[in-house]
Structure formats: structure tokens, C-alpha cells
């Protein structure tokens, strides 16, 4: 398991259950969650179901038995980040100024490259990764069309990952004085608040998210693994770049569990996209060091900072070892990823409904002005040690 791997598993995981129960009680509070696309295809583990089994309705249905107001989906705002990072690609394709854009949406990473690489700072993404993005939303747009005090919601992310425990306490990270995500719960937090309210989850029925900031895609979905950004990303770019509607939509030559993939994609428009993937952070090393050098011509890389991206992130469940020797846990869990993916009938971004009503209503463009203040971050150099 991951623990180690992940970037700050030096910092022990700080348990925020009984805040989040607290919450719960407290009559003032009107308490959102989320959950990050991992989180669905390895809860069930904890309730001795196979790994990699894909319990997103069972999950949805005891988030509602635990009492949250309303319950939210991550990959909502993963839709969005493809939204506003493949603008910001078209747009850095077209100057030709900080590539190779470099994905934001791991903690785990941006840290790494404040710490090693501060000299391509300007590469990462200016998005906030997705849990972030839609707190800034629940706060926002859903606390206006709801007619709530955005500061007595508590937004509450369910991630697969410890180091946003970290992430949703940087100061950046908030809009007009409120954090964007209050409280962080991993996976196994999650199913521990499961168990000590006494809840039969592998006989739970399947319910389904709450909207608007519930709905979501197939390219939202594949954010858990390695490679899935990528991919999400090129489905969209690829289709505005053609102006029309494609099927070939499985980018293949972007998955798998190598430590760095590389693609060329040839666009509709004549130009094209060397993009590259890395997964854990010697591979991302070994990346940025190939760039840096003028070895590799890269304009997109997405990396993740845990071996297989987030499906083994330090917060999910925990796999003996027996079960380990008999199965790469990465691969059963990106397999659940991918058939979920392929179980949604819409499977690209910017075809989300409640994509295009939130721009159409509250938004305005991609990277217009309300998304800067709200969807995108910026990023600081930090000492190594
Ligand atoms: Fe967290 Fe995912 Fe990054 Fe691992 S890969 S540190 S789980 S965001």
C-alpha cells in the first residue's frame, strides 16, 4: 500500500471524523459532501467486498443515512477542470508560452515542484484541483440558488488521498475569507463513520447524487487513475478542435501502469499534442529532468504522484499482503475505473448538461473572470527542507 509513496506520508493522517460528526449534530450547519472518482471503486474493500468492486450507489445511499445535507460528486468538477485546463492548453498551444502545461490536480505533486522544480512554477495549471473547485462552488453558486449563508455550509471532501488534508488548508485555497473545503476524510475515514453508525452497507440500495453538482462524466470518472487526466483532456480538446462530434473516444495509448507514457496526437487542425504521463515521483523527476534538458519536446504532462495515480492513494483501504501477492491492486481498481467509465452514457466533459447551465448561468466562458476568482489558484516556492 501506499502510504509511503504518497509525497507528504511523512505527515501522519490526521483523523477529522469527529469533526465531521460534530457538524453533522450541529443545527447551524448545513453540511455538504463530495467524493473524489477512487473513493467508489475501493470503499467497498472495507466491507469485504472484492477488490475493485464498484460501489458508487451503496456509497451515495450512506452518505445520505449519515445525515449530510446534500451529496455531491467531485467528478462534477472534474468535468470543469477539463473545461478550464484544456483552454488554458489551446490558449498556451497558440502563444507558445509555459509549456509543457503541467496538471494541478494533485497535491502531492504541486508540492514536489514548489520544493524541486520552483523554476517551472509558471508550467502548472493555474486550476484548483477539482475537490477545491467545488467547494468554491458549493459556496458560491449552490449557496446563492439555495439562498444560504455560504459560512454555515461545512463542504466536506471524501478523497482517496491524505495530502489534501493539506491542500484544503492553504490559505490560497479560499474565497472571500472561507475555506473552500472545510474538512478532508480519506477513504477509510469514510468507512469508519460507516461502521460506527451501524450501517449494513453491502446490502445499501443504489441512490444517486444530488444536482446540480452531482452529475458527471466518463472522462470525470477516469481522473482516478493514471493517465485518465490525459485522456479526459484529450477527448474535449480533440472534439473542439474537429467541431464535431467523434466516437473513437478510448485513448488507449495513455493508460496502463508504465512508469512514463508518451503520446503524439495529431489534432483535426493540423497541429499537434506531444503529451506525456508519469505516475510516482522518481518517474516525474526522471520527467522534468528529460524537459529541462531539451531531450523531450513535450507541450502536456499530467503526473500523479502515487503509483497508479489515486486508486492507491494513502488513504484507501489497506490490502494484506496475502491478497497482494495474488493481484496488482492498482490494475483491479483502474479496471473498476474504466468500467464505470464506459457504464455512463455520456463520456466527455464538456457534453456534462450541468457543464454548460453553469457557464450559461453563473460562469460565463471558460477562464472568463468569475472562473479565475473562483476555479484557479496560484503557486509558491518553498524551502526543501
Ligand atoms: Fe493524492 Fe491522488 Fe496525488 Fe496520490 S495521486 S497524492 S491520492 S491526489
Not at 477545491?132 to 440558488?145: C, H, P, R
Request: proline content about 4%; charged content about 25%; glycine content about 8%.
Amino acid at each position: 500500500q501506499c502510504i509511503m509513496a504518497c509525497p507528504v506520508g511523512a505527515l501522519h493522517e490526521k483523523e477529522n471524523i469527529k469533526d465531521v460528526w460534530n457538524a453533522i449534530a450541529d443545527p447551524d450547519k448545513y453540511v455538504v459532501v463530495q467524493t473524489a472518482p477512487a473513493v467508489r471503486v475501493a470503499l467497498g474493500e472495507e466491507f469485504g467486498m472484492p477488490v475493485g468492486s464498484r460501489v458508487t450507489g451503496k456509497m451515495v445511499s450512506a452518505l445520505r443515512k449519515l445525515g449530510f445535507d446534500k451529496v455531491f460528486d467531485t467528478d462534477f468538477a472534474a468535468d470543469l477542470t477539463i473545461m478550464e485546463e484544456g483552454t488554458e492548453l489551446l490558449k498556451r498551444l497558440e502563444s507558445g508560452e509555459n509549456l509543457p502545461l503541467m496538471t494541478s490536480c494533485c497535491p502531492g505533486w504541486v508540492k514536489f515542484v514548489e520544493h524541486f522544480y520552483p523554476d517551472m512554477l509558471d508550467n502548472l495549471s493555474t486550476c484548483k484541483s477539482p475537490h477545491q473547485m467545488e467547494g468554491a462552488l458549493i459556496k458560491s453558486y449552490f449557496a446563492k440558488k439555495m439562498d444560504i449563508d455560504p459560512a454555515k455550509i461545512t463542504v466536506v471532501s471524501i478523497m482517496p488521498c491524505v495530502a489534501k488534508k493539506f491542500e484544503n488548508q492553504r490559505e490560497e485555497l479560499s474565497s472571500e475569507n472561507l475555506q473552500d473545503v472545510d474538512i478532508v476524510l480519506t477513504t477509510r475515514e469514510l468507512a469508519q463513520m460507516i461502521k460506527e453508525a451501524g450501517i449494513d452497507f453491502a446490502n445499501l440500495s443504489d441512490e444517486e447524487f444530488d444536482n446540480p453538482l452531482g452529475e458527471s462524466t466518463g472522462a470525470a470518472v477516469i481522473f482516478g487513475a493514471t493517465g485518465g487526466v490525459a485522456e479526459a483532456a484529450l477527448r474535449t480538446v480533440f472534439e473542439i478542435t474537429a467541431g464535431k462530434e467523434l466516437e473513437a473516444i478510448d485513448y488507449e495509448v495513455v493508460r496502463g501502469t508504465e512508469g512514463i507514457k508518451e503520446a503524439t496526437i495529431e489534432l483535426p487542425n493540423g497541429k499537434s499534442i506531444n503529451a506525456a504521463i508519469a505516475h510516482g515521483l522518481a518517474n516525474a523527476r526522471k520527467l522534468l529532468d528529460m524537459v529541462k534538458s531539451g531531450e523531450k519536446k513535450i507541450d502536456f504532462i499530467e503526473v500523479m504522484a502515487c503509483p497508479g495515480g489515486c486508486v492507491t492513494g494513502g488513504g484507501q483501504p489497506i490490502i494484506d499482503a496475502k491478497t497482494r501477492e495474488v493481484m496488482d491492486v492498482k490494475i483491479e481498481r483502474a479496471k473498476a475505473i474504466y468500467d464505470e467509465d464506459k457504464s455512463l452514457p455520456i463520456r466527455k466533459s464538456h457534453k456534462n448538461p450541468y457543464i454548460k447551465q453553469i457557464y450559461e448561468e453563473f460562469l460565463g466562458e471558460p477562464n472568463g473572470h468569475l472562473s479565475h476568482e473562483l476555479l484557479h489558484t496560484h503557486y509558491q516556492k518553498r524551502n526543501r527542507f
